[in-house]
């Protein structure tokens, strides 16, 4: 049997059971959170190009997944405002880093703050899993911008998208 601190893969799957008949919690199809036995799949990101990006981004999941598991076990609730994550999401899409998110009290910060401010939160969650490496690895390809981001300065660069492909591809 699978453990988890004093719970069992059994504990976990029954907590579970009542949201085994939903596909899909959220509206976006990319967005996904699929039920198994003892395992939870979250499919969230989009495939990278690097295996130490990808392995860095499920470190950065697996401390949300504690940081937020930890909080539910201890009472808070979070209430999700899909208006505004919806807004942050095309936000997103449309200016990748570049972005301006509508932030706490409806202040707007930049990507890169948000990034920041999500990192500290949990930092702690990383470190007792031993996997604060990947959130510094996080930090840096925000800092950097990742594969989308060099695809679309070479494609501004060039006006040529082979070029473009090519250059993903190195």
């Known amino acids: 049997d699978i453990k988890h601190g004093d719970r ?3 504990f976990f799957s029954e907590r579970l059971e009542p949201y085994s008949s939903i596909p899909m919690l959220f509206p976006d199809p990319s967005h996904t959170i699929e039920f198994s036995g003892s395992s939870i799949e979250i499919r969230l990101l989009d495939a990278q ?3 130490v990006d990808t392995v860095a981004l499920a ?11 930890t909080a539910w076990d201890s009472g808070a609730r979070a209430h999700a405002q899909r208006m505004i994550a919806e807004e942050n999401r ?4 449309r200016h990748g880093m570049s972005a301006y998110f509508v932030g706490p009290e409806g202040m707007p910060v930049t990507a890169c703050e948000a990034v920041d401010e ?3 939160r949990v930092a702690g969650d990383a470190a007792a ?4 490496w990947a959130l510094a690895h996080v930090r840096g390809l925000a800092e950097r911008g990742g ?5 679309r300065d070479t494609l501004l660069r060039t006006d040529d998208w082979d070029v473009a492909r090519l250059q993903a591809l190195a």
């Not at 470190?59 to 598991?69: E, S």
């Not at 594969?147 to 695809?151: E, N, R």
């Open 129 to 132: 899993m031993g996997s604060g």
């Open 90 to 93: 095309w936000q997103a899409v």
């Open 59 to 69: 470190g950065l999941v697996q401390a949300l997944v504690r940081h937020h598991g």
């Open 118 to 120: 999500l990192l500290a």
């Open 8 to 10: 069992s893969a059994k």
């Open 49 to 51: 190009p690097s295996v």
């Open 147 to 151: 594969p989308a981001s060099g695809l």
